[in-house]
């Protein structure tokens, strides 16, 4: 068993499974646990994402493995199947599909969006972000609405009374993810109330995560997005041979820019 492997047991099967490989949750393990483990991905060349990073542990993945990704806003550090450590493209290929929206109640909530963000960009996913439209602007969502046009779902960030995905249910066509954050005063506690008032949510377009689960409400998006436009499987093992070529694998999903493109 390789360093830092002797309390993991890797599902290295799951690519083949769920269509995507196990993505690391990284609170709780060490730096030379996380390294194994990200060593052991790309030595299957498979594309790596880790969640709930500290900066500690995110500087020892940047420097062994340069090509990672880190958003200290959402914790995360990744690596994506167009660019392997070292600069070899990874044995999945992700081809770039499907539009989701995340939207934030306040600013507050942008940590939990920033995590469903990256999550979304390592699926291959393209975002558009709308942020600081609660509910106690009630003209500031409406306002909009034309960028939402399309999507293949709708990622809903908020804390407080948690009321925004229901607001935006019943405006959209698609599935809406409602994430209930942490923020908030006391009687929110932590978030509870958020959870139960989406919960309780009347528009039937709305399906409710964990509190604080950015990852689990942007893999969801993800995957309804993926499969609206026909790819059941949402990674692909390549073959033997490699690469396709430039074209063949996936760049960098770019946010959508203020006219409603996918930027480079």
Known sequence: MPAGLDAVTLDEDRQRRCGFPEVIYGEGKSAATLQAIVARMVGQRLPVLVTRLDAAGAAVLS???????????????????????????????IAGCGHVAIITAGTSDLPV??????????????????????????????????????????????????????????YVP??????????GYGASLGGIAALLGMLNS???????????????????????????????????ALSSAGSTGAGGVRHEPASLDGGGRCGP
């Open 113 to 170: 969006a920033e995590e469903a963000r990256e999550t979304l960009h390592w699926m291959g996913v393209c975002v558009t972000m709308v942020h600081d439209v609660g509910v106690a602007g009630p003209h500031r969502f409406p306002a909009h609405l034309d960028r939402l046009e399309g999507v293949d779902a709708v990622v809903v960030v908020a804390g407080m009374e948690g009321a925004l995905p229901s607001v935006v249910g019943g």
């Open 174 to 183: 698609c599935p809406v993810i409602a994430v209930p954050t942490s923020v």
């Open 63 to 93: 420097e062994a493995f340069p090509t990672g990704r880190h958003n200290p806003v959402a914790r995360t550090w990744r690596i994506d199947s167009s660019a392997g450590d070292h600069g070899q493209p990874l044995a999945v290929e």
């Open 202 to 236: 009347c528009a039937a377009n709305v399906a409710v995560v964990n509190i604080d689960a950015g990852f689990k409400g942007g893999y969801l998006a993800g995957m309804i997005a993926r499969r609206a436009h026909g790819v059941p499987g949402s990674g692909r």
